[in-house]
């Protein structure tokens, strides 16, 4: 009877080896949000007097839906803990794969000799 009982649980074993094997162990495949597809190019900043960055960009939406507003997550020196959040209306929609430039858009205070750096955390 103990053999009977030692060879099931090996059998037992074996199954749950081969099971774990089988499993694919590659993370999923990332599902590409709206967020995802719209992008941020020729980002430039300036400092005001009063120590706010006012940053211009070209926004890109690579969505199928025509943008209203987006939210930018905004940071100084590769510092995402200090990091502001920015919504920023355009002044029209922007329709589906097309760009539009963003000027004068005020991304909080930024040091004097700081880089600061933004992206898209969410779209409307």
Not at 26 to 45: C, M, N, W, Y
Not at 58 to 78: A, P, Y
Not at 86 to 97: I, K, T
Request: net charge negative; with cysteine; glycine share 6%.
């Amino acid at each position: 009877m103990r053999s009977l009982t030692g060879i099931v649980c090996l059998a037992g074993l074996c199954a749950l080896i081969d099971a774990a094997a089988a499993q694919d162990t590659r993370p999923p495949a990332a599902h590409s949000g709206p967020a995802e597809l719209v992008k941020i190019d020729s980002f430039q900043t300036t400092r005001r007097a009063d120590n706010y960055g006012i940053a211009s960009f070209v926004l890109s939406n690579g969505t199928d839906q025509k943008i209203d507003s987006i939210e930018l997550t905004c940071w100084m020196d590769d510092d995402r803990e200090r990091a502001t959040k920015v919504l920023v209306w355009a002044n029209e929609p922007v329709p589906a794969h097309a760009s539009y430039q963003f000027k004068n858009v005020n991304i909080g205070l930024v040091g004097p000799n700081s880089r600061s750096q933004c992206e898209v955390t969410r779209v409307d």
